[in-house]
């Protein structure tokens, strides 16, 4: 039988992290989530707090740690702009401080380690769809910065650490995921576009609504970031993760008011500095390296995100929202 693994877990109270967490306890590891609970919340992991193979630490990843672990997955880091832009300057910190202290943990102990990276290292891109040798247009100075140039110098430290100290790395460059347990006041588009035509306020399109994003559900996203950790030693990304089916956000928003059947009207807002005007992954690396393709339709996972947010609004009109 094979041996229970100690997997830690950074930013593991997150939307991401949370199914992480599960989907790792349901294969028979024990699980160590660390969080100091900047975006993500006890509700999030409360379900697993009486498994004896769950554990949970309350720290911050720009200070050191020491923790005994067999892999590690690094997480920790707010993914939402309304969130990451609130204090850039710790945005940044968690980025490059979290993935050296991280980097040093999986080096002392002589574990794997998978950084979750993301397409913003891509920015407003040139090159579509993106394909992981595409070294990005991105601002270095502008509001998004702190989360992008983070995330790119996070990934020049992982492969830093592979060619100085032969760490075994895995970085995964995640695209826009959604999914039940996203905050309701995220600001991501997806959970605002369902709460708000949830609770019947008017959809906030930014620009023009013709800027596209490739959306993937939740558990896709999971199952490439776990087949990434078991690929063989060589595979060491950058690997994108993503569902190549791109939609505008008008797009977006027709498919959330007809399968919600709201009454919400459309209400155009002025476009963010430095939105990208498109992004869809080419996943020719995964699917080859990792035999990955995503399996849920857009349409299917929204249907199940929708059902999520309709039960916690009902709930959170008897006891306030879960935090
Ligand atoms: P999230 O904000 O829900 O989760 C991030 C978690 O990290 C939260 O639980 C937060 O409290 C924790 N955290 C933040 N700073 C920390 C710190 N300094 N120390 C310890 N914990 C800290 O976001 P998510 O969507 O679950 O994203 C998880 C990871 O995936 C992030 O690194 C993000 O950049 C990456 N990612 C996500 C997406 C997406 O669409 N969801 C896309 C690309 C990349
Ligand atoms: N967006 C929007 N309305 C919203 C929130 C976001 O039109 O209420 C747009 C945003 O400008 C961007 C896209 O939706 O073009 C995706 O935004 P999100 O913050 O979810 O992800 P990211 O920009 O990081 O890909």
Redesign the pocket.
């Known amino acids: 039988m094979q041996r229970r693994r100690r997997i830690l877990i950074t930013g593991g109270a997150g939307f991401l992290g949370s199914h992480l967490c599960e989907r790792l306890l349901g294969e028979g590891n024990e699980v160590i989530c660390l969080d100091n609970f900047f975006t993500g919340s006890r509700g999030n992991i409360r379900h697993l707090l009486d498994d004896p193979w769950f554990d949970l630490v309350r720290h911050d990843v720009t200070e050191p740690m020491k923790i005994e672990a067999d892999q590690i997955y690094n997480l920790a880091c707010p993914a939402?702009?309304v969130h990451y832009q609130r204090d850039p300057v710790q945005t940044t910190k968690t980025s490059v401080h979290g993935a050296i202290n991280v980097l040093d943990l999986a080096r002392r102990l002589g574990v794997r380690v998978l950084q979750a990276s993301t397409s913003?290292v891509y920015g407003d891109p040139e090159v579509h769809p993106q394909t992981e040798s595409y070294w990005g247009r991105v601002n270095p100075v502008g509001p998004r910065s702190c989360y992008d140039e983070g995330k790119r110098c996070a990934e020049t430290l992982f492969f830093d650490f592979n060619r100085q100290y032969a760490l075994p790395i895995k970085v995964a460059r995640i695209f826009?995921t959604y999914g039940p347990r996203m905050q309701p006041d995220d600001?991501?588009?997806?959970s605002?576009?369902i709460v708000q035509a949830l609770t019947g306020q008017p959809i906030?399109?930014?620009?023009d609504?013709s800027?596209t994003?490739s959306f993937c559900y939740v558990d896709d996203l999971i199952d490439g970031l776990v087949r990434l950790m078991a690929s063989p030693e060589e595979v060491t990304g950058p690997v994108n993760i993503g569902n190549p089916s791109e939609f505008s956000?008008l797009e977006l928003a027709d498919q959330v008011i007809a399968l919600t059947g709201s009454k919400s009207a459309i209400q155009f807002r002025p476009?963010?500095q430095d939105?990208?005007r498109q992004?869809q992954p080419d996943i020719a690396v995964a699917r080859a390296q990792l035999g990955w393709v995503p399996q849920v339709p857009l349409a299917t996972g929204l249907e199940r995100t929708i059902d999520y947010f309709r039960q916690l609004l009902a709930d959170a009109t008897h006891d306030g929202l879960p935090r």
């Open positions: 939402s702009p913003e826009n600001g991501r588009v997806v605002n576009f906030t399109i930014f620009g609504g800027q994003r956000m476009l963010p939105d990208p992004r």
